[in-house]
């Protein structure tokens, strides 16, 4: 979600905030005769290129089992469903991440219980973990924000303490990796959002789960077809939740590419780096960390800065296209009203939302396009007066 003025809205960016339509043009041809192929079959719905895709997609995560379904959205709510969370049960997770974390929690009726973020990660807190459990306690949902891993040692210690599924929300992070596994592989389930901006984006929606437990796969088959093994016999309650045969075409053609597209976002942050290191802004903007045995696949590239609301507007004028992840926390939207929480009771997260920031971050992003971001922002800093606040 991105914050506006009227005055910047009117202003024409100098280049994308992200381009699907550079990523197209390199695999048009083979894009369009994958849809040409599953139009001459007309198998549009579990077609053979879901199968082949869920195969594909597992091997490539390091999961035994995946499993395809219409969204990132969905994928969490399937593996809250497989686990048996429902009405009575807590599930902790985090509150600066996208709605649809929280949101799957309560949809199945169990309650989402609020952990603080570490303000180096932007990802949940570990330590904070262990004090939020209860007798009611059934999973833990970690995200992988912005395609940095969670710290997932220390959760999958506390999970086991306690008996607790963790379920991996990788919707932003598919070949991201902790300590040399890739992420969706390390809990009891991965979920992965294929929507169009994700690094191993669709033509629409789509979604995967990834599992450990091969009895918790067949029931994700089954939940995710209205309850269904047979034909008009329906063995538990379940949603219809398929990934059409049409995406996962175009996924698997996307998914060859997708390592050299994650070393390109890599490469690009990289040269923020270098480009932000040629200007005193240290005490200004903060740059996203990777720490040691982490591999951060940047779907966002994330800053922290003082004054972040001028300096956005500032940029719009000037043609800099940015968004805001995320403008309010989760503990303090009106839908989660009824969870109790207050503003103040998650610092953490309440600073990430006034001080983040994502700049343009794609695999064609130019590098005097890039230029141009880091010189704008050096500008902004130089004629304005400010006070300290980053981090």
């Known amino acids: 979600m991105e914050t506006t003025t009227a005055a910047a809205r009117t202003a024409k960016p100098r280049f994308p905030f992200f381009d699907l339509q550079a990523q197209f043009a390199s695999i048009r041809e083979d894009v369009l005769q994958a849809v040409e192929d599953v139009f001459n079959g007309q198998q549009f719905i579990l077609g053979p290129d879901v199968k082949l895709f869920e195969q594909e997609l597992a091997s490539y995560v390091g999961a035994p089992f995946a499993v395809g379904c219409a969204s990132g959205t969905d994928a969490l709510y399937l593996a809250l469903l497989a686990q048996g969370v429902g009405p009575g049960d807590e599930v902790i997770t985090t509150p600066f991440t996208f709605i649809?974390?929280?949101?799957?929690?309560?949809?199945t009726g169990a309650t989402?219980?609020?952990?603080?973020?570490?303000?180096?990660?932007?990802?949940?807190?570990?330590?904070?973990?262990?004090?939020?459990?209860?007798?009611?306690?059934?999973?833990?949902?970690?995200?992988?924000l912005f395609g940095l891993a969670a710290d997932l040692r220390p959760i999958l210690e506390i999970a086991a303490k306690h008996d607790l599924a963790v379920i991996e929300d990788a919707a932003?992070?598919?070949?991201?990796?902790?300590h040399g596994q890739r992420v969706g592989s390390i809990g009891d389930f991965g979920c992965f959002s294929f929507f169009p901006s994700k690094n191993l984006g669709c033509a629409g929606d789509g979604g995967m789960v990834t599992a450990k437990d091969k009895s918790m796969a067949e029931r994700l088959r089954v939940l995710r077809a209205h309850g269904s093994r047979t034909k008009y016999h329906y063995d538990m309650l379940g949603t219809n939740s398929r990934l059409d045969t049409m995406q996962a075409a175009i996924l698997r053609i996307k998914l060859r590419h997708l390592d050299q597209w994650s070393k390109a976002r890599q490469e690009r942050a990289a040269r923020y780096e270098r480009l932000f290191a040629e200007h005193p802004l240290s005490e200004l903007v903060t740059l996203p960390v990777t720490p040691a045995n982490y591999g951060h696949v940047f779907n966002q590239y994330v800053i922290r800065c003082t004054d972040r609301d001028s300096l956005q507007t500032y940029l719009q004028e000037h043609g800099v296209p940015t968004a805001i992840y995320y403008p309010e926390p989760l503990h303090v939207q009106p839908a989660f009203s009824y969870l109790g929480y207050k503003q103040g009771s998650m610092p953490e997260s309440e600073a990430a939302c006034e001080q983040a920031l994502a700049l343009p971050i794609f695999p064609e992003l130019r590098a005097?396009?890039?230029?141009?971001?880091?010189?704008?922002?050096?500008?902004?800093?130089?004629t304005q007066t400010h006070t300290s606040g980053g981090r």
């Open 100 to 107: 649809a974390t929280a949101g799957s929690i309560a949809r």
């Open 112 to 144: 989402p219980v609020f952990v603080d973020i570490h303000p180096d990660t932007f990802n949940i807190d570990a330590a904070l973990i262990g004090p939020a459990v209860t007798k009611n306690t059934k999973a833990i949902i970690p995200v992988h």
């Open 172 to 178: 932003q992070a598919i070949g991201a990796t902790y």
């Open 368 to 382: 005097e396009d890039q230029e141009v971001v880091v010189d704008e922002i050096a500008k902004f800093y130089r």
